[in-house]
């Protein structure tokens, strides 16, 4: 197993009616101006907007807004945002939404802390941020982990370029209210990428080439349970409590740094291959991941089918015997099947996506960053790799 640190700042509150709280959390943080940051109208219709301004004016903090962030949310949103920032001189930025805000909150943070530089370069890896705003967060989605997490994923429009921000804990909310029921709403398809996104995030650390903790095994294999689990629950039962509140939770936990601890980082190749079919193609981000992971697990299971064979029958109970390889592909579709069941998608195909070999060629060279890169830990994969497995998916 690998050295590692653990550090998870955010405060949680969590439960039904947590998000009255926010006015009097502010208020104690002593914060002169807030940003309330948010999407497309969701939380609009859903009278959320107005239940946070209500609490914000009882508790007399100030507050400007700025809503319009779309998925995959956009660079220059970030930069009207560090305008406002500027102008106002906001010293808080509230996301009230999902891993979209969250993420264009935590741009907007940086850019505005650091006028040094343009927070783009932050992306490109190029620059090192030094400071960020203070962030709070009322998640709407149980989806992207971003409310605990230490970063941010931006959509450059020149270039339709996705990119993850250098990681640090500076952009860490310092709270995140989760209160399930604000997940109601949610369109099933939604609801159901942000299970596969919760799934993935535990896999890409679960799925590493070296010997791991016992412990961290254990609770990513029960995490990954929970949520199989209580995403079949929600295909039925939308206004389930007790399944949103599981699925909340268990998005939270996969992504703060738990499911990787003793993992070594983690293998990621997944979400990378995937942000090249959201920048280019706008897709939902999970439903992206669903539909890329069974080509990706079946071009590398064969680096350690011992693993997969682990996976299979902790998860699905898949009994094992010393054919690890059969164990592993049994595994494997068993994920797929679930996903299937779930409505999600297993081939680019079905995420409504019918690339040319040109096309795919072309996501390869940029999620290699023009073959300069390879990606992935389990095994590591370069250009031709990905390209082949961006066919398997097709
Ligand atoms: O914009 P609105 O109108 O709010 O609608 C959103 C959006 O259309 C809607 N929605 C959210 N809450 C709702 C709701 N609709 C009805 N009722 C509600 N309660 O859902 C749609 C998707 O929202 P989005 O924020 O995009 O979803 P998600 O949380 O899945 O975030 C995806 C983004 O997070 C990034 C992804 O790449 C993607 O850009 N990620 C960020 C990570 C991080 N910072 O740590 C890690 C992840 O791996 C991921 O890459
Ligand atoms: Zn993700």
């Not at 405060?11 to 959390?25: A, C, E, N, S, V």
């Not at 992306?123 to 998640?139: A, M, N, Q, R």
């Not at 992971?293 to 299979?312: D, H, I, L, M, T």
């Not at 902790?314 to 299937?340: S, W, Y």
Request: glycine share 10%.
């Amino acid at each position: 197993m690998r050295n590692f640190e653990y550090y998870t700042p955010t405060r949680i509150i969590f439960g039904k009616d947590t998000h009255y709280q926010i006015g009097d959390l502010l208020k104690q943080g002593n914060y002169k101006k807030v940003l309330i940051h948010y999407g497309s109208g969701s939380i609009v219709r859903s009278g959320l907007l107005k239940e946070i301004t209500d609490s914000l004016d009882t508790a007399g903090v100030s507050y400007v807004t700025l809503g319009g962030v779309v998925p995959n949310p956009r660079l220059s949103k970030v930069y009207e945002g560090i305008r406002l920032c500027r102008e106002e001189q906001v010293d808080f930025i509230l996301a009230a939404g999902g891993g979209s805000v969250i993420d264009s909150s935590k741009a907007i943070g940086y850019g505005a802390a650091n006028p040094w530089t343009d927070v783009w370069n932050f992306f490109l890896k190029k620059k090192t941020p030094t400071d960020c705003l203070p962030i709070g967060v009322i998640l709407t989605i149980a989806a992207s982990g971003s409310e605990m997490s230490s970063s941010a994923v931006i959509t450059n429009e020149d270039g339709w370029l996705k990119r993850g921000c250098v990681k640090t804990d500076l952009c860490r909310p310092k709270f995140a209210i989760l209160n399930p029921r604000l997940t109601y709403t949610l369109p099933q398809y939604q609801t159901e990428s942000g299970c596969v996104d919760i799934l993935m995030h535990t896999m890409e650390r679960y799925f590493v080439n070296l010997e791991t903790m016992e412990v961290t095994d254990s609770i990513s294999e029960s995490l990954m349970q929970t949520v199989i689990y209580n995403a079949r629950i929600l295909m039925n039962e939308p206004g389930n409590y007790n399944a949103r509140a599981e699925i909340m939770w268990a998005g939270s936990l996969s992504h703060n740094g738990l499911t990787g601890c003793g993992t070594g980082g983690g293998d990621w190749a997944c979400h990378q291959l995937e942000h090249e079919l959201g920048g280019q193609y706008d897709v939902t981000h999970g439903a992206g991941l669903s539909a890329l992971w069974g080509s990706w697990a079946r071009y590398v299971y064969k680096e350690n089918p011992e693993r997969f064979a682990q996976f299979a029958t902790n998860v699905f109970h898949i009994p094992c015997g010393l054919d690890f390889e059969k164990t592993a592909l049994q595994g494997i579709q068993a994920m797929e099947d679930f996903f299937r069941s779930i409505q999600m998608p297993t081939s680019l195909h079905q995420l409504g996506l019918d690339l040319t070999d040109s096309q795919i060629h072309d996501l390869a060279f940029r999620c290699s960053f023009e073959d300069t890169r390879t990606i992935g830990a389990f095994m590591q994969l370069n250009m031709k790799d990905m390209e082949k497995i961006y066919h398997m998916a097709n």
